[in-house]
């Protein structure tokens, strides 16, 4: 029997890289191994990759020959990438498998024979768990009826999440431990036979990415076949749901896919309400999503802007009476004009600084307000008298809103509010389980990464009492399974016996060293690069270097554009100066980038920045330079490139 798995991949490289080693450590005869009689299934693997940028088909085609790579020019989704290579499939067996899983050895051995004792089985999911070690609810679902989505959406199922009504969404009423029919097999692990495929023919590709695998699993029930959920195979599925499902994109496109699906199967009338129900839920969800983002977005500010402003009146009014003996001797003007001037300018600068990233440092904001304060200073100088109120006032004022800024950052840390924490930062420990050579490889990886406290516990089946025990004692922040000594079964037992392990008192991170490579997945989100542990460190996705960067080139961009009667007659390719001066200033490049899919295509690279430009440079030396430039991003290092080729713009 053939196994043939198919991953599409978009722009996660390093959970591909992850994907495959699980893939290929898996007790199956890989095809053309005609010698190897070891299993009876054989397999053949297909990656669809989806015009990725971050160097993923150049390492599939590095590191796995044997994987039969489609590289697409442009973006096709989901469902029509499966079907590429669903197309070239040759096997009894097809799986559907995001590049963000991890399967054990005998995941497909297991399932190859769950079909074989089920002939009504048409297509089979499994137990999912994500990556701190936690029950996955979309491993079974039912169908999105009107009534399953109305409990969904409103709320409802997470106060009675095993109820067989209100739980219908995600089959609560069914035990997680037990195999069950169910009518919608998850889209990162579904596999089909050849006699379903056939039958029931590809996945539509009217759905670009969400509500295919609904679309499918229910043609699988419409063609007589049965879906099933099958818990004695597990996976590992680092789904991002704290950045996927908050943004509007994602409620949009998910909605839209359950519409189609209501536009096909539903009677007129059902799709009518049921759309309905849908355009609600889209708007409200939109609308909550959105209020709750501006919400947060603005709340510190319009808090530090009232402290500041009461600040400044009583500052004022104390002024004017006992300097002036006069409350009213300012102005209304000053009160409502002047002096909310004076704190935005105080807070942009602020901002400009980091004064308001997370996690909070005290020192960007005295810093920016230091700023603030002497561009005010200057402004002030250049004021005509009549217009000048008093410079004692706007000192008073400026060093009461930096009191206050600050001291509303102390109260928040004393709340223990996210991000505002205070108190002297605590070395993260972590704890390194494997053997002992692939324990000091992956200790040598961590130590490039930061200042964390290594405990290492060399043991190759380790049991969970006692690496619970290990954990509470070092008061440890993160776990680190080594995949070369410990089987891929093993981590997930562990995971799971953790969670579940009495007098928990805090959440531990656990994440996975693959073998022989350069990167430690744990994250729980996979849409940013930066939160990986990787060897290529993240100094250009902080916050205040990316902001930095846009106004350097916005400024940079519109001044050049200014000084095009200057400069244009002294370019060697006269052609593309202005257009590379747009292009920057909206965003669309930037004035010095990499190939890196976290920052934009430039105009220049850090090659740029050599003496001999001309001279051919090795692909290490290429991507040595590209990893020192986004590791130790500094402004000034745009401002050299940029100053270096002012003719070559």
Same mark, same amino acid.
């Given at each position: 029997?053939?196994?043939?798995?198919?991953?599409?991949?978009?722009?996660?490289?390093?959970?591909?890289?992850?994907?495959?080693?699980?893939?290929?450590?898996?007790?199956?005869?890989?095809?053309?191994?005609?010698?190897?009689?070891?299993?009876?299934? /054989?397999?053949?693997?297909?990656?669809?990759?989806?015009?990725?940028?971050?160097?993923?088909?150049?390492?599939?085609?590095?590191?796995?020959?044997?994987?039969?790579?489609?590289?697409?020019?442009?973006?096709?989704?989901?469902?029509r990438?499966?079907?590429?290579?669903?197309?070239?499939?040759?096997? $009894?067996? &097809?799986?559907?498998?995001?590049?963000?899983?991890?399967?054990?050895? $005998?995941?497909?051995?297991?399932?190859?024979?769950?079909?074989?004792?089920?002939? $009504?089985?048409?297509?089979?999911?499994?137990?999912?768990?994500?990556?701190?070690?936690?029950?996955?609810?979309?491993?079974?679902?039912?169908?999105?009826?009107?009534?399953?989505?109305?409990?969904?959406?409103?709320?409802?199922?997470?106060?009675?999440?095993?109820?067989?009504?209100?739980?219908?969404?995600?089959?609560?009423?069914?035990?997680?431990?037990?195999?069950?029919?169910?009518?919608?097999?998850?889209?990162?692990?579904?596999?089909?036979?050849?006699?379903?495929?056939?039958?029931?023919?590809? @996945?539509?590709?009217?759905y670009?990415m969400?509500?295919?695998?609904?679309?499918?699993? %229910?043609?699988?029930?419409?063609a007589?076949?049965?879906? !099933?959920?099958?818990?004695?195979?597990?996976?590992?599925?680092?789904?991002? /749901?704290?950045?996927?499902?908050?943004?509007?994109? !994602?409620?949009?496109?998910?909605?839209?896919?359950?519409?189609?699906?209501?536009?096909?199967?539903?009677?007129d009338?059902?799709?009518?309400?049921?759309?309905?129900?849908?355009?609600? #839920?889209? %708007?409200?969800? #939109?609308? &909550?999503?959105?209020?709750?983002?501006?919400?947060?977005?603005?709340?510190?500010?319009?808090?530090?802007?009232?402290?500041?402003?009461?600040?400044?009146?009583?500052?004022?009014?104390i002024?004017? =009476?006992?300097?002036?003996?006069?409350?009213?001797?300012?102005?209304?003007?000053?009160?409502?004009?002047?002096?909310?001037?004076?704190?935005?300018?105080? &807070?942009?600068?602020?901002?400009?600084?980091?004064?308001?990233?997370?996690?909070?440092?005290?020192?960007?904001?005295?810093?920016?307000?230091?700023?603030? +304060?002497?561009?005010?200073?200057?402004f002030y100088?250049?004021?005509?008298?009549?217009?000048?109120?008093?410079?004692?006032?706007?000192?008073?004022? +400026?060093?009461?809103?930096?009191v206050?800024?600050?001291?509303?950052?102390? *109260?928040?840390?004393?709340?223990?509010?996210?991000?505002?924490?205070?108190?002297?930062?605590?070395?993260?420990?972590?704890?390194?389980?494997?053997?002992e050579?692939?324990?000091?490889?992956v200790?040598? *990886?961590?130590?490039?990464?930061?200042?964390?406290?290594?405990?290492?516990?060399?043991d190759?089946?380790?049991?969970?009492?006692?690496?619970?025990?290990t954990?509470?004692?070092y008061?440890?922040?993160?776990?680190?399974?080594?995949?070369?000594?410990?089987?891929?079964?093993?981590?997930? $037992?562990? &995971?799971?016996r953790?969670?579940?392990?009495?007098?928990?008192?805090?959440?531990?991170?656990?994440?996975?060293?693959?073998?022989?490579?350069?990167?430690?997945?744990?994250?729980?989100?996979?849409h940013?690069?930066?939160?990986?542990?990787?060897?290529?460190?993240? =100094?250009? #996705?902080?916050?205040?270097?990316?902001?930095?960067?846009?106004?350097?080139?916005? #400024?940079?961009?519109?001044?050049?554009?200014?000084? =095009?009667?200057?400069?244009?007659?002294?370019?060697?390719?006269?052609?593309?100066?202005?257009?590379?001066?747009?292009?920057?200033?909206?965003g669309?490049?930037?004035?010095?980038?990499?190939?890196h899919?976290?920052?934009?295509?430039?105009?220049?690279?850090p090659?740029?920045?050599?003496?001999h430009?001309?001279?051919?440079?090795?692909?290490?030396?290429r991507?040595? @330079?590209?990893?020192?430039y *986004?590791?130790?991003?500094?402004?000034?290092?745009?401002?050299?490139?940029?100053?270096?080729?002012?003719?070559?713009?």
């Open positions: 029997m053939r196994l043939s798995i198919v991953i599409v991949n978009y722009n996660v490289k390093y959970f591909l890289e992850q994907c495959l080693e699980s893939v290929f450590a898996s007790n199956l005869r890989l095809e053309g191994d005609a010698n190897d009689a070891s299993s009876e299934l /054989e397999l053949e693997v297909f990656v669809v990759d989806n015009a990725s940028v971050d160097g993923s088909v150049e390492m599939v085609r590095e590191r796995y020959p044997q994987v039969h790579l489609i590289a697409n020019e442009d973006n096709v989704g989901f469902a990438a499966n079907n590429q290579a669903l197309r070239r499939c040759t096997g $009894d067996l &097809m799986l559907l498998l995001n590049p963000d899983t991890v399967v054990e050895r $005998d995941t497909f051995s297991s399932c190859a024979t769950f079909f074989t004792t089920h002939p $009504d089985c048409g297509g089979l999911g499994v137990k999912m768990i994500n990556g701190e070690g936690k029950y996955l609810k979309e491993s079974k679902r039912g169908f999105p009826t009107p009534e399953a989505a109305f409990f969904k959406i409103s709320g409802l199922i997470r106060l009675f999440p095993h109820n067989r009504r209100i739980a219908a969404y995600y089959m609560g009423h069914l035990d997680d431990e037990a195999t069950n029919p169910i009518d919608i097999l998850p889209g990162a692990f579904l596999m089909v036979s050849r006699a379903t495929l056939d039958k029931v023919g590809l @996945l539509d590709e009217s670009f969400y509500g295919e695998d609904i679309d499918f699993s %229910w043609r699988i029930k419409m007589g076949f049965e879906n !099933y959920y099958y818990p004695n195979a597990r996976i590992i599925h680092y789904k991002g /749901e704290s950045t996927k499902h908050g943004s509007m994109n !994602y409620v949009y496109t998910f909605y839209n896919a359950m519409s189609i699906f209501v536009q096909h199967y539903f009677t009338s059902k799709a009518r309400w049921f759309n309905l129900l849908l355009h609600i #839920a889209i %708007w409200a969800r #939109a609308g &909550m999503a959105w209020l709750k983002r501006v919400a947060q977005a603005v709340a510190l500010p319009v808090l530090d802007f009232a402290v500041a402003f009461g600040g400044f009146v009583a500052v004022k009014h002024w004017a =009476t006992h300097w002036a003996a006069n409350a009213a001797y300012y102005p209304p003007q000053y009160t409502w004009v002047v002096i909310p001037i004076y704190i935005l300018v105080l &807070m942009l600068c602020s901002w400009l600084q980091g004064g308001y990233e997370k996690p909070v440092r005290l020192g960007r904001i005295v810093k920016g307000m230091a700023i603030g +304060c002497g561009l005010l200073l200057v100088s250049l004021l005509d008298e009549s217009q000048r109120y008093s410079r004692a006032l706007l000192l008073l004022g +400026c060093s009461w809103t930096l206050s800024t600050l001291g509303i950052r102390g *109260l928040l840390s004393l709340l223990n509010i996210p991000g505002y924490n205070l108190h002297p930062t605590r070395i993260r420990s972590c704890i390194i389980v494997g053997g050579e692939e324990i000091q490889r200790s040598q *990886l961590y130590q490039t990464l930061g200042s964390t406290h290594i405990e290492t516990l060399a190759t089946k380790p049991d969970a009492s006692r690496l619970n025990d954990i509470r004692y008061n440890a922040d993160e776990v680190i399974f080594c995949s070369k000594d410990l089987p891929i079964q093993e981590i997930i $037992d562990l &995971m799971t953790l969670e579940n392990m009495p007098g928990r008192r805090r959440q531990v991170e656990y994440k996975i060293a693959p073998n022989d490579s350069v990167f430690i997945i744990g994250s729980n989100s996979i940013r690069t930066e939160d990986l542990y990787t060897e290529e460190l993240r =100094t250009i #996705a902080d916050p205040l270097n990316r902001r930095n960067k846009r106004l350097f080139d916005i #400024a940079t961009s519109l001044l050049l554009m200014l000084m =095009t009667p200057i400069l244009l007659p002294f370019q060697h390719n006269k052609r593309n100066y202005f257009a590379h001066c747009w292009q920057v200033f909206v669309k490049k930037s004035w010095v980038g990499t190939a899919a976290d920052t934009r295509s430039g105009i220049f690279s090659e740029d920045a050599l003496p430009r001309n001279t051919p440079l090795s692909p290490e030396l991507q040595r @330079l590209h990893l020192r *986004l590791r130790n991003y500094r402004l000034s290092t745009d401002i050299q490139i940029l100053t270096k080729n002012i003719f070559n713009l």
